[in-house]
């Protein structure tokens, strides 16, 4: 193993690529903050308990994804492998609840950790941006985050997604189903795994992915004939308020998502290009998670886009981000005495606003404009020693290649006037 090779199922970015990362980012963020939603950051780390408690003791990514330590001093922590529990219980301890201002609309972007088995799309260190909106029980609610999300991909120029939507019932529903579903499933012929996960999980059966499995499903009981009205009538609000903002969803009565705290409205964003990866956000509402954790009643809904798959959908759909380079004006000194003066000429640009960067190290022409080239900046500023003894530098376009001497005095000013 080398020294320089990242962990398995970890990558690094690195320029040029990470500028999309943060581009995504941006563009799954904006939506949301112009829409109430504040920012908050947690953790990169819990202890064990939140997750075992929240996200639940059965799940895989419980049992088996989660990174967990022991301190120096005795606790149990674990690396966050979602970000729902996290903010849940930071917005119970800092009170964010009882500011008589609900739902409490939060956003959120950062690193999450799962123990799976690495593959295209899927990762042992991932990214995502998340939206929770916690303490209020309101169909719009469900219909603005997937609105929001909608809107996100979008804006991104992302096409070839499709968002499944279901419902997982409430705690007067949910219970009965789950029984009728664990009847029908014991009679099948399953290894022993999937047998015990009947008696934990019967839900997860669902969404076992083998075809045997699968074709032995087609008659189990079908969670819409078991909804109570009130989770029906819910059910049918988020979908009326979805169609009126003309966002297509497809009803998908084999979605369970693999976190234990959801109730009624659950979604997935899939990408159809990606594979077997193929979702690249999900989310849903989960009302008795506060109390699972210890909290009072508050009913919330919320969702994570991962972004390190909408990058590869991006890729997918062969989508370009438009991004603007970084740099607009890139100085290139030839000489120790133009080295000084440039340098004064990029800060001054710098203070001023304007982007710019410097060739270092005393590089050649040819070298040093290359660099210019690369960062994509407008404009150059080159000056040797002649320039300087008759007061000027020059002032390249490079979309021109027009070049024209500028006295170096007005270097600065002229640039902040070229570039509007
Ligand atoms: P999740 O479905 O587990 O939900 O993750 C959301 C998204 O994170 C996935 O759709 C996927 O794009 C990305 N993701 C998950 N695991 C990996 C991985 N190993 N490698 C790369 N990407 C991954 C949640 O995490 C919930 N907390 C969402 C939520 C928020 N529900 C309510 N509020």
């Given at each position: 193993?080398?020294?320089?090779?990242?962990?398995?199922?970890?990558?690094?970015?690195?320029?040029?690529?990470?500028?999309?990362?943060?581009?995504?980012?941006?563009?799954?963020?904006?939506?949301?903050?112009?829409?109430?939603?504040?920012?908050?950051?947690?953790p990169g780390f819990e202890n064990v308990e939140l997750f075992a408690r929240g996200v639940g003791e059965s799940t895989d990514i419980v049992t088996k994804e989660m990174y967990t330590l022991t301190t120096k001093g005795g606790s149990q922590l674990a690396l966050r492998p979602e970000g729902t529990a996290s903010v849940l219980r930071a917005a119970l301890q800092a009170n964010l609840h009882k500011a008589g201002n609900l739902p409490v609309k939060l956003w959120y972007s950062g690193s999450y950790y799962r123990y799976e088995r690495p593959q295209k799309g899927r990762y042992r260190h991932f990214s995502q941006v998340g939206a929770e909106a916690i303490g209020t029980e309101d169909p719009v609610?469900?219909?603005?985050?997937?609105?929001?999300?909608?809107?996100?991909?979008?804006?991104?120029?992302?096409?070839?997604?499709?968002?499944?939507?279901?419902?997982?019932?409430?705690?007067?529903?949910?219970?009965?189903?789950?029984?009728?579903?664990?009847?029908?499933?014991?009679?099948?012929?399953?290894?022993?795994?999937?047998?015990?996960?009947?008696?934990?999980?019967?839900?997860?059966?669902?969404?076992?992915?083998?075809?045997?499995?699968?074709?032995?499903?087609?008659?189990?009981?079908?969670?819409?004939?078991?909804?109570?009205?009130?989770?029906?009538?819910?059910?049918?609000?988020?979908?009326?308020?979805?169609?009126?903002?003309?966002?297509?969803?497809?009803?998908?009565?084999?979605?369970?998502?693999?976190?234990?705290?959801?109730?009624?409205?659950?979604?997935?964003?899939?990408?159809?290009?990606?594979?077997?990866?193929?979702?690249?956000?999900?989310?849903?509402?989960?009302?008795?998670?506060?109390?699972?954790?210890?909290?009072?009643?508050?009913?919330?809904?919320?969702?994570?886009?991962?972004?390190?798959?909408?990058?590869?959908?991006?890729?997918?759909?062969?989508?370009?981000?438009?991004?603007?380079?970084?740099?607009?004006?890139?100085?290139?000194?030839?000489?120790?005495?133009?080295?000084?003066?440039?340098?004064?000429?990029?800060?001054?640009?710098?203070?001023?606003?304007?982007?710019?960067?410097?060739?270092?190290?005393?590089?050649?022409?040819?070298?040093?404009?290359?660099?210019?080239?690369?960062?994509?900046?407008?404009?150059?500023?080159?000056?040797?020693?002649?320039?300087?003894?008759?007061?000027?530098?020059?002032?390249?376009?490079?979309?021109?290649?027009?070049?024209?001497?500028?006295?170096?005095?007005?270097?600065?000013?002229?640039?902040?006037?070229?570039?509007?």
């Amino acid at each position: 193993m080398s020294t320089f090779q990242a962990p398995k199922g970890t990558y690094d970015l690195t320029p040029p690529d990470s500028a999309k990362f943060l581009a995504v980012r941006e563009a799954i963020s904006a939506p949301l903050r112009d829409s109430g939603y504040g920012y908050i950051e947690t953790p990169g780390f819990e202890n064990v308990e939140l997750f075992a408690r929240g996200v639940g003791e059965s799940t895989d990514i419980v049992t088996k994804e989660m990174y967990t330590l022991t301190t120096k001093g005795g606790s149990q922590l674990a690396l966050r492998p979602e970000g729902t529990a996290s903010v849940l219980r930071a917005a119970l301890q800092a009170n964010l609840h009882k500011a008589g201002n609900l739902p409490v609309k939060l956003w959120y972007s950062g690193s999450y950790y799962r123990y799976e088995r690495p593959q295209k799309g899927r990762y042992r260190h991932f990214s995502q941006v998340g939206a929770e909106a916690i303490g209020t029980e309101d169909p719009v609610l469900d219909a603005e985050l997937i609105i929001l999300a909608d809107q996100a991909y979008r804006s991104l120029g992302l096409r070839r997604f499709r968002i499944l939507l279901n419902s997982l019932g409430d705690k007067e529903c949910r219970p009965v189903y789950r029984e009728a579903l664990q009847t029908f499933l014991r009679d099948l012929d399953l290894d022993e795994e999937t047998r015990r996960r009947i008696e934990i999980n019967p839900l997860r059966v669902l969404d076992d992915k083998r075809a045997d499995v699968q074709k032995q499903l087609t008659d189990a009981p079908k969670f819409r004939d078991y909804l109570c009205d009130a989770c029906k009538a819910y059910h049918e609000e988020v979908r009326a308020l979805l169609t009126a903002a003309g966002v297509a969803f497809e009803d998908d009565e084999k979605l369970v998502r693999g976190l234990d705290y959801y109730t009624r409205t659950t979604f997935e964003f899939v990408h159809d290009g990606l594979g077997s990866q193929s979702a690249v956000g999900g989310g849903g509402r989960y009302d008795g998670l506060s109390e699972m954790i210890g909290g009072p009643e508050l009913p919330s809904v919320g969702w994570a886009l991962g972004v390190d798959r909408t990058v590869l959908a991006l890729e997918a759909e062969g989508v370009e981000l438009d991004l603007p380079a970084t740099t607009s004006v890139y100085a290139v000194p030839l000489g120790e005495e133009a080295r000084r003066v440039l340098f004064g000429v990029v800060t001054e640009l710098r203070r001023a606003g304007i982007a710019a960067d410097f060739a270092f190290g005393g590089r050649g022409l040819k070298g040093a404009m290359k660099s210019a080239n690369r960062s994509g900046a407008r404009y150059t500023l080159v000056a040797g020693e002649r320039d300087l003894a008759e007061g000027v530098v020059q002032l390249k376009d490079m979309e021109s290649g027009e070049q024209s001497a500028v006295p170096l005095a007005e270097a600065a000013a002229e640039l902040a006037k070229r570039l509007g």
